[in-house]
């Protein structure tokens, strides 16, 4: 996610540099951020969280979906998974590791007033998602890679990772993975390959190393990934 995205991250920093108003249009933002998702929305169209989380802000993009972008959807999606684990509303501390333009802090702020919320990436990004939650009235806090430390507390935090550490090397994957233990709950969703790696096979790996009481490994038909979650301590 991180050396593998360096020349993505400098285009997208590029365009929004000139046109942060509209830094969803630029052509890497697009690449990496928008798209349409139909299989998420005839799943989710009528979920009650679709309508407390209306993005106003679209930032030179679309919202396909009757006002709602792929990366919202995604967001429901991913927290109606986590329902069936653990409550979201008792996270006070969240890890977005690999947040993207910033959606899911502000979904998880409109929804849970989640206390704490700490975005992890690139440096040359963090001035995107900033804007981005700055728009909406969001405070967080920015970090990168090697910054990433135990939450304050254990109990109630959540590690948050979604098509971002399955996109790291191996060796960036290694300085994030000692950490896992800290949070009481472990959100991952990832494909199969990535530049070569099998993440299936990584990936449940790792589980079996997780000190977490409950450990399981999802695979879904409406995004076509896996999960791993990870809760109890």
């Known amino acids: 996610m991180f050396t593998t995205w360096t020349a993505v991250a400098e285009e997208i920093r590029e365009y929004f540099d000139v046109n942060p108003e509209t830094f969803l249009k630029g052509d890497a933002a697009r690449r990496s951020y928008n798209g349409t998702s139909p299989r998420l929305w005839r799943e989710l169209h009528e979920d009650p969280y679709l309508d407390l989380v209306r993005d106003e802000h679209y930032f030179g993009t679309h919202a396909a979906h009757d006002g709602h972008t792929q990366a919202t959807l995604r967001s429901v999606f ?10 979201p509303w008792k996270v006070d501390y969240l890890l977005d590791f690999g947040p993207g333009y910033g959606n899911n802090a502000r979904v998880w702020d409109t929804l849970f007033s989640t206390p704490k919320i700490v975005l992890c990436d690139l440096e040359i990004l963090h001035p995107v998602s900033k804007y981005y939650l700055d728009t909406h009235g969001i405070t967080a806090e920015w970090i990168h890679m090697g910054e990433i430390e135990e939450p304050p507390n254990a109990k ?13 090397t191996l060796p960036e994957r290694e300085t994030v993975v000692p950490w896992l233990g800290a949070f009481e709950h472990v959100y991952i969703v990832y494909n199969q390959f990535f530049n070569g790696m099998d993440n299936r096979q990584y990936f449940e790996h790792l589980a079996q190393g997780l000190p977490h009481e409950r450990v399981e490994i999802l695979f879904s038909k409406v995004n076509a990934k896996w999960t791993l979650i990870a809760t109890g301590l």
């Open 78 to 87: 991913y927290i109606r998974q986590m329902e069936k684990y653990f409550d």
């Open 156 to 168: 109630n935090s959540l590690f948050f990772a979604t098509h971002s550490l399955n996109e790291c």
